[in-house]
């Protein structure tokens, strides 16, 4: 399963996109941008023997989040805006 978290300082807002889906890019829900609510929701997502992929973009106050994930023991990218391929424009 792969995991866009959309990281901002009081919350994070969560796409998710499953195999089983064809890769179609689903909503699946705002948390409180804290450790006890982030630890919640990989449990949720990971409850059926998923592996769980992280990808977000790099910010400042953003890297707690990457190293809470890594020691859940989930893959983790955090991707520069400014290293980004555009394509006529458009990420």
């Given at each position: 399963m792969?995991?866009g978290p ?5 919350t ?14 689903r ?5 409180p ?7 919640k929701?990989v ?6 023997g998923?592996?769980?992929?992280f990808?977000?973009e ?19 990218i ?14």
């Amino acid at each position: 399963m792969f995991i866009g978290p959309d990281v901002h300082k009081a919350t994070i807002s969560v796409a998710i996109s499953k195999e089983e889906h064809e890769g179609e890019v689903r909503h699946w829900g705002t948390i409180p941008h804290r450790p006890d609510h982030v630890r919640k929701l990989v449990e949720k997502l990971g409850a059926k023997g998923s592996q769980l992929h992280f990808c977000y973009e790099a910010e400042p106050c953003r890297y707690g989040l990457h190293r809470q994930l890594v020691e859940l023991g989930h893959d983790c990218i955090v991707v520069a805006p400014s290293l980004m391929v555009m394509s006529r424009g458009v990420l």
